[in-house]
């Protein structure tokens, strides 16, 4: 019971980001940046998902690297693991375990009906696998084995936010209270990054012009390079308006980066060209970027380090998801291992 003493409980929330190369411009605002900004106010728990990774076929060095890479540069970002909990999927052995279970309680009509699913199989047309099919009960399981109250989630996740609450509903309703249904958290609206070279669609990691992206490990003088040659319009004035995708966009990166209003850009370059707008937008993400940059080139150069963070919050992922399995699995009938 609360007293006037006790502090409330602060919600749950869960996330997690694939270790699958590249990290940009578009996933720092619209995704870590947000991480970062509910550490204060959420037992904020965040995981790097490789299990759902190798839905695609990967280059094992590469894997490795890549997942040691994003593990540093998140951190770099400003995860506090004094304020949250940051971990490999792979190491917290329950997110597996789990997922078979709540397989069991997923309907193949269900899976079959997932978008990612279908767009993803005609990507990868030739490698159509069980896990590519399954995989939203996986990350069913990343949720529910922490009793999330929230997911961050994007339109291309909300599917899947979905799924997951028919199946802890599902799984209640046979047997009795067991996981919390999650809520979706809806981040305040903020600024969407599109491409560089085509700014009707998102700023893509996949995207096959190097160009159209700013890669958060990019050197300042590619970013640069990358601004100047942003697409932009023939009207020449750096304003907010309809058919003036370019300029909006880049004016939302500026924005972003400086904190300044649209009214305050468009009154900063009154009189200049789209030139003077590009060098400053690519000068102010460099800046910005820097100190991530630096504090990323540390920490990658300190392995034990990195493996006593992820370590650590393994262990306590484990604890807290080994009694949500257990209390699942009792429920459905299994014998009750003896160690």
């Not at 869960?14 to 947000?34: C, W």
Request: glycine letters at 6%.
């Amino acid at each position: 019971m609360e007293t006037a003493n006790t502090p409330e409980r602060k919600k749950v929330i869960f996330s997690a980001i694939q270790p699958s190369g590249t990290i940009t411009l578009g996933n720092y605002v619209g995704a870590l940046r947000n991480w970062v900004g509910l550490q204060d106010d959420y037992d904020c728990i965040f995981a790097l998902a490789d299990l759902h990774t190798i839905t695609v076929r990967q280059d094992p060095a590469k894997f490795r690297k890549n997942a040691l890479e994003a593990y540093a540069l998140l951190l770099a970002c400003g995860i506090d693991l004094d304020k949250s909990l940051f971990f490999i999927q792979s190491h917290v052995h329950t997110h597996a375990e789990l997922a078979w279970l709540l397989n069991c309680y997923t309907q193949f009509g269900e899976l079959s009906r997932m978008t990612q699913f279908k767009d993803k199989s005609q990507k990868h047309a030739d490698n159509v696998n069980v896990g590519l099919f399954a995989y939203p009960s996986l990350m069913a399981a990343d949720i529910l084995a922490y009793q999330a109250d929230m997911v961050p989630v994007g339109l291309d996740q909300k599917q899947h936010l979905e799924l997951t609450r028919n199946i802890a509903e599902r799984f209640n309703g046979i047997y009795g209270q067991t996981f919390k249904v999650p809520d979706p958290y809806i981040p305040k609206v903020g600024a969407k990054i599109m491409s560089l070279q085509d700014p009707t669609r998102k700023m893509s990691k996949s995207d096959e012009n190097v160009n159209s992206y700013v890669a958060l490990l990019d050197k300042p003088d590619d970013i640069m390079r990358k601004f100047k040659r942003a697409i932009t319009d023939s009207d020449a004035q750096v304003r907010y308006g309809e058919g003036k995708d370019g300029i909006n966009n880049l004016m939302g990166i500026y924005s972003v980066m400086t904190g300044k209003t649209n009214e305050e850009i468009e009154r900063e370059f009154d009189g200049k060209g789209y030139g003077d707008f590009k060098l400053a937008v690519g000068e102010a993400v460099v800046d910005h970027l820097r100190p991530i940059q630096e504090e990323f080139t540390r920490l990658i150069g300190d392995k034990a380090y990195l493996e006593q963070c992820y370590t650590k919050s393994a262990e306590t992922a484990l604890r807290i998801s080994q009694r949500t399995l257990d209390k699942a699995m009792k429920k459905v009938g299994f014998v009750k291992r003896a160690f």
